[in-house]
């Protein structure tokens, strides 16, 4: 199974950017999605922001994962 990562863009340097993932930075590439700055939302994966977000989105499904999280930590 795969997996993309909501994450906020923080800062853009041509094609590569920085994201944060709650606290956790990242450099990513940004060579397949278009016109991204920063306060965007960006899906990540492998290290490839691969689709533009809205800001409601993003936070929608990282309230999901959070609410998977405490399951997982409630049930282990």
């Known amino acids: 199974m795969c ?4 994450a ?4 853009v340097e041509g094609n590569k950017g920085v994201v944060d993932y709650g606290g956790l930075e990242q450099e990513i590439s940004l ?4 016109d991204v700055r920063p306060g965007d939302y960006v ?3 492998v290290g490839f922001a691969i689709e533009k977000l809205s ?3 993003a936070l929608e499904t990282l309230a999901i994962f959070k ?3 405490e399951f997982e930590q409630e049930n282990a």
């Open 3 to 6: 997996l993309a990562i909501p």
């Open 67 to 69: 609410e998977l999280e």
């Open 8 to 11: 906020e863009v923080i800062k």
């Open 31 to 34: 060579d397949l999605v278009e």
């Open 55 to 57: 800001k409601e989105a």
């Open 43 to 45: 899906l990540i994966h």
